[in-house]
């Protein structure tokens, strides 16, 4: 039987699918969570070269202090007792000294009570992880997170389903949308553990604004309909306690709107509209995209200087006049979003947080007189400020040899001596370079690869000892995509294995072995 619910939760993290707890002892499921969850972290921290982690703070939407504290109890005593960490676990009294935390919150969502957990890194607050856990809701869940099945320890009494039940994500209420804040209203009616679903089909492009009315706290979530990515959610950004929320809509496109109570005794009459304003004069969209004149180099590229508002996302269209690597970027402080599309609106490629910091970058193959366009958001519907967009080809991507090839193997590493720097070239994707260095005084030290021009060069460093046994490797450990390892070295002969991982290295890389300070 053991075999037979792990198996099952296993099926249910790798794949994310769904399922009952029924019969099942609901701390033996948060147990099990826990358990796949801190192996996750731990192999996140071992690979980052962690010295030190705290368990931070989770929030949920509204309190759940049993559960906050069982989760953070747990995961903490996981960390604590497993085997082969390399890392220490920090106490709330050292707490400030600790490089990485482990913090997150919990959302109620269509069914389901989500845990987010992400892994930060304290220097510069950048997420190195994400992990997600999802239980269903079920009577003895919720007495996990509420108590006693609702938050005051009464039990709300039920009222008889309204004239659209049952509604489900397969069969939703299609609702017609209004075209200016008067659009009629739809009276629901939410019972305990109840959510209702509308489906949504806009008949043009526009700015879809979507809420709810009445006295009860309502939490709302909007969705595409057929790729089921959530695209935006709100709890109280309406009046009162009613959620709203604003999104541009592409039309023809399938949108479900998810509607349910702020906590799982929230129960009574709301009121559901939804309407959709036409784009604003002047705004951009597919069919009156920004045009945009693509550089020939990273230097040349012109930065166009954009505002971006609250909801609304800006379009550019571009036109390669030749085929080639093609980088699409944002700069500045603002948290953007960008999607590249081809001629016929089709997604080719979306990114995130894959620029500097908190700014996304695309890198795609293009073809010389195709039409692509780039969309840029912000992170999410609340996110707002100004940004740069640019595109451009890198130019030469073949860099010629350093001087110090070949060295493509350990009996023909190249010296490094400790406390310089110095300059090598990955001449194409798959070359490797050796290096052999000696440590004379033991100690603490700091190794580092990243490159010349910016540090969106993705290197990955390995050192081994003089048997050329492996004792660290390190991926993004350093600022963004560059390396660093920093650990405890006795004197001895060591190598250090350095290698790329974009496809088209563009730029020198710096090495650096110097003693922490």
């Not at 497993?82 to 707490?95: D, E, K, L, P």
């Not at 009613?242 to 349910?260: E, F």
Request: aromatic share 14%; net charge negative.
């Amino acid at each position: 039987m053991k075999k037979l619910f792990v198996f099952a939760f296993l099926l249910f993290f790798i794949f994310g699918v769904s399922f009952s707890q029924d019969a099942v002892n609901p701390v033996l499921v948060f147990d099990e969570a826990v358990n796949i969850l801190a192996g996750e972290i731990n192999s996140a921290l071992n690979a980052k070269g962690a010295d030190s982690v705290f368990i931070g703070q989770f929030t949920f939407q509204s309190s759940a202090p049993v559960f906050i504290s069982y989760w953070i109890n747990q995961l903490t005593d996981e960390l604590v007792n497993i085997q082969g960490r390399r890392y220490r676990v920090s106490s709330a009294a050292s707490a400030q000294d600790a490089a990485w935390t482990v913090a997150g919150e919990i959302v109620q969502i269509a069914g389901i009570f989500r845990v987010y957990t992400r892994l930060i890194r304290v220097s510069d607050r950048s997420i190195e992880g994400s992990f997600t856990s999802s239980f269903s809701r079920d009577a003895r869940i919720n007495e996990m997170f509420y108590g006693g099945g609702s938050l005051n320890g009464s039990s709300p009494a039920l009222t008889g389903a309204d004239p659209y039940e049952r509604d489900d994500w397969v069969t939703p209420f299609f609702y017609e949308l209004g075209t200016n804040p008067n659009a009629a209203v739809i009276n629901r009616y939410l019972t305990e553990d109840d959510d209702d679903f509308f489906l949504i089909i806009p008949a043009m492009d526009g700015r879809l604004t979507i809420e709810t009315t009445g006295s009860i706290d309502t939490y709302m979530f909007l969705y595409d309909y057929e790729t089921e990515e959530e695209l935006a959610s709100d709890d109280d950004g309406g009046s009162s306690a009613n959620a709203r929320i604003t999104y541009n809509v592409r039309a023809g496109v399938s949108y479900l709107v998810i509607v349910c109570g702020f906590s799982f005794s929230t129960t009574g009459p709301y009121g559901f509209r939804a309407y959709l304003a036409a784009r604003e004069e002047g705004s951009s969209s597919f069919t009156n995209p920004i045009s945009y004149q693509i550089g020939n180099s990273e230097d040349t590229a012109v930065i166009l200087d954009r505002a971006l508002e609250q909801g609304y996302e800006d379009f550019f269209i571009l036109r390669p006049e030749i085929s080639g690597r093609l980088t699409i970027e944002t700069t500045g402080r603002t948290d953007t979003y960008m999607e590249l599309f081809d001629s016929e609106r089709t997604m080719l490629e979306r990114n995130d947080d894959g620029g500097t910091n908190t700014n996304a970058r695309i890198r795609y193959n293009v073809a010389a007189g195709s039409v692509y366009y780039a969309k840029v958001r912000g992170y999410n519907q609340n996110t707002a400020g100004r940004y740069g967009f640019r595109a451009f080809f890198p130019g030469s991507l073949l860099l010629p040899p350093d001087q110090y090839e070949p060295n493509d193997e350990p009996s023909l590493a190249s010296v490094y001596e400790i406390g310089t720097e110095q300059r090598h070239t990955f001449h194409s994707a798959d070359d490797v370079d050796w290096i052999i260095f000696h440590i004379t005084n033991p100690g603490r030290y700091n190794i580092s690869a990243g490159g010349v021009n910016s540090n969106r060069l993705d290197t990955y460093i390995e050192l081994l000892d003089a048997n050329l046994s492996r004792i660290a490797e390190d991926d993004d450990g350093g600022d963004s995509l560059s390396s660093l390892l920093s650990l405890n070295l006795t004197a001895g002969a060591y190598y250090l294995k350095i290698w790329c991982l974009d496809f088209e290295p563009d730029q020198e890389y710096i090495l650096n072995i110097s003693a922490a300070r």
